[in-house]
């Protein structure tokens, strides 16, 4: 996509772009990663910022700073419960962020870490968090060289929140954005889907089961650096975090104007996760991830591909899950185990509030 | 500073570093910019995140990426209310990033925006904000390049949050920081003090005035870059934010290990200020702004440095306050209008929440 033409950057509208007829109000779902979600990024952020970059879609932007390719990027992380089976609020902020970066193809290398207080959360707490988030900076091998400490009234704020920022070195050739994928390239998936989701939403429910289903939470960027330093032609990268596999499908299709199917039968889902999903009614390709992403790669590097990824820890159930289809139509559609196809549509509504 | 040694990375202690006997919850003065956030910020988050970077104390860490130097900053925005006369939490979310990145000597290029909306919050307020933003990122040359969106529960939020992070290039060779501050240099302030807390404060406490005080909210990279493309050899630059002029300047007297004084009948404070100051009993050393910021330079160079400020429109007031005092205590004393001496110690306690 060519840089968005800019024109007379100082006038702008004042209607608000959202229909206040339709939404007065912010709603969840505003965050929830689907349908109003987009619709307020697109409509509104994007509208009003105007940067070519922001219409790239990518996870994180891709910068030329000076001579090299620097990637950058930023996400705030609101889920409730803070702690969760496989982790928490800080190995999510930290996981994340490296993951965006992950993305866009680039070496994760340092990342802020600002964090907004609860008045009245409990230090020991707060000290716990701080552990995990070293622990996870240490694995994914990054820096932390700057923050910030807000805190808010008690009430406020649901413990902590916590943004992290990111910065990465990209240091190969290749463009990775949802633009770039082409007719037959084959989806590619490193394992299996919504234990993030399912671990979170457990907690929260009470729900009781033989054992912990944990989060899939994981720094992707060692993967990732696997494919590109073998050579692996890589045209699109998303990992599969609010809205699921569906909405991150969606979001390709729909940046890139080509069909994508998948077929349900290649997606693995582990017995327990299914289980839970069924008990509260959420479907496995809407719930979200933190350690599972999608690569789409011309069908040629398919094999090379699935060969690096399975010899890598958080990639041994690497798996194709469909194809690319032609430019035209936006549409993802799943081939169901029945064999009945119908269209996966984005998220629409609030699945799973305060995921991440 | 010389890199902080690093050994046994992985291992780590488990006990708390903030005694929690003495504090065991966070108290909103852990955010406030006094004492109890320097401790939590040196005792926990320097300890386990453990980067040299952090420890140099700056308000954006300064990375090499590649051939070049890099500022990279974060801060999240939790100001009450979130209007306000002079600005609003979007311009203060620009302005405040564009600030730390300039106080590192940075040309800030690129910015993200992260919003934590609150469930409820009006379209429209949500609407004005974004284009206060673009307002403030224009005038500040920055562009906004990628961004998340969180929505929590009605109720959490106080309607929204916001974080920035900000990239900027550094093209110049000087190497700006607390620690750098030699004894004799001047310190050198670009306008009157308090003006951001009053704004906000009076519309918070209800106060009426003959006018509005207006927030002094300002981007300060053009005058920073006035002063360094005229060779203007600058030691250390901090913006006066949270905990005002008095805690900035125990910050750098603590990261330099000198003294410092400087001279009240020098301090330019608006009447209006004074007296807003006077009326809810707050001292306007200890006042937050988010425009104005001291350069610390040698002697030499003060006059030159001076006339550069008072060309710019946000130097036009521009004063010596003070100067640096030999090594050893880390000291900030103040000469006041009578002549007495007094100890300026940083903020103790919490005297503005919530004010950026």
Redesign the interface.
């Known amino acids: 996509m060519n840089p968005v033409e800019i024109k007379n950057?100082?006038e702008?509208t004042?209607t608000?772009?959202?229909p206040?007829r339709d939404?007065?109000?912010?709603?969840?779902?505003?965050?929830?990663g689907g349908k109003l979600?987009h619709q307020?990024?697109e409509k509104?952020?994007k509208a009003?910022?105007?940067?070519s970059?922001?219409h790239k879609g990518r996870d994180?932007?891709v910068?030329q700073?000076?001579?090299?390719k620097?990637a950058?990027?930023?996400?705030?992380?609101?889920v409730r419960p803070l702690f969760f089976p496989g982790g928490d609020i800080g190995t999510l902020a930290v996981n994340g962020t490296v993951n965006d970066l992950a993305m866009a193809g680039a070496r994760p290398?340092?990342i802020?870490?600002?964090?907004?207080?609860?008045?009245?959360?409990?230090?020991?707490a707060?000290?716990r968090v701080?552990?995990s988030?070293?622990r996870a900076?240490?694995e994914a091998e990054v820096?932390?060289?700057?923050?910030?400490?807000?805190?808010?009234?008690r009430?406020?704020?649901?413990g902590m929140?916590i943004?992290t920022?990111g910065?990465g070195?990209i240091t190969h050739a290749q463009d990775i954005a949802p633009q770039n994928i082409q007719t037959g390239d084959a989806i590619l998936l490193n394992g299996d889907l919504a234990r993030h989701g399912m671990a979170v939403m457990a907690v929260r429910e009470g729900l009781e089961f033989e054992s912990a289903i944990e989060s899939d939470c994981a720094p992707l960027a060692d993967l990732v650096g696997a494919l590109l330093s073998a050579g692996v032609e890589i045209h699109c990268l998303r990992d599969l975090t609010r809205g699921g596999l569906a909405s991150a499908l969606n979001e390709i299709a729909s940046g890139a104007q080509r069909e994508i199917s998948i077929d349900e039968a290649l997606i693995p889902v582990r017995e327990d996760v299914a289980s839970a999903c069924e008990l509260l009614g959420l479907d496995p390709l809407y719930v979200a991830n933190e350690g599972r992403f999608i690569a789409i790669v011309p069908r040629r590097d398919q094999e090379k591909a699935l060969t690096i990824m399975r010899k890598h820890p958080l990639g041994q159930g690497a798996c194709l899950i469909g194809t690319v289809g032609n430019r035209g139509s936006a549409l993802v559609t799943l081939k169901s185990r029945i064999g009945a196809g119908r269209i996966l549509d984005m998220l629409s509504g609030e699945q799973l509030?305060?995921i991440c």
Chains 1, 2 share one sequence.
């Not at 700073?65 to 090299?68: A, D, P, S, T, V």
């Not at 950058?72 to 609101?78: E, L, N, P």
């Not at 009430?155 to 649901?158: I, R, T």
């Open positions: 950057r100082k702008f004042i608000c772009p959202i206040v939404y007065p109000h912010v709603l969840l779902a505003h965050g929830g979600m307020l990024i509104m952020f009003a910022f105007e940067s970059e922001l994180a932007a910068l700073l000076g001579q090299g620097t950058f990027t930023s996400d705030s992380y609101v290398k340092y802020s870490v600002s964090f907004i207080l609860e008045e009245g959360l409990a230090m020991e707060l000290w701080v552990r988030i070293r900076a240490l820096e932390i060289v700057t923050g910030d400490t807000k805190v808010v009234d009430g406020k704020g649901d929140y943004n920022a910065i070195e509030p305060r």
